[in-house]
């Protein structure tokens, strides 16, 4: 079974950094690998994913700011960010599908009904 774990959220300042961390037990695919938010009262939606070669894409919200990363050896996925806004509170979840990235869209990947597996989430508050 996959288990998706994430870490690493809390509350900071606006301008301040945060690294979620998703630790992948029972995932040995190379698929596509992402994260979500959901800020109270609004839709999920798709912040960024990296596919089995690397090959990264964002939001555009956060372009510039958040990079993904995927650290193989330790089956984890990682999110830096950066320059965070007010408006990047939400709870932070991590995916996994069972095909890469390029098999999809990517209206697909980030509307979010390409993922097989979901963790449990991690609160980021960013206070102004």
């Known amino acids: 079974a996959v288990h998706l774990v994430e870490s690493g959220g809390g509350s900071v300042q606006a301008g301040g950094s945060l690294r979620l961390s998703c630790a992948a037990s029972?995932?040995?695919?190379?698929?596509?690998m992402g994260w979500f938010r959901q800020a109270p009262g609004k839709q999920r939606e798709g912040v960024a994913h990296i596919s089995s070669d690397g090959t990264t894409t964002y939001a555009d919200s956060v372009k510039g700011r958040f990079t993904i990363s995927k650290d193989n050896a330790k089956n984890t996925l990682n999110l830096q960010m950066n320059s965070l806004k007010p408006e990047d509170t939400a709870m932070y979840y991590c995916a996994a599908a069972r095909r890469d990235c390029n098999f999809y869209t990517r209206t697909r990947i980030f509307v979010g009904d390409v993922w097989n597996w979901w963790g449990k989430g991690t609160l980021v508050t960013i206070s102004s």
């Open positions: 029972g995932y040995t695919r190379n698929g596509c």
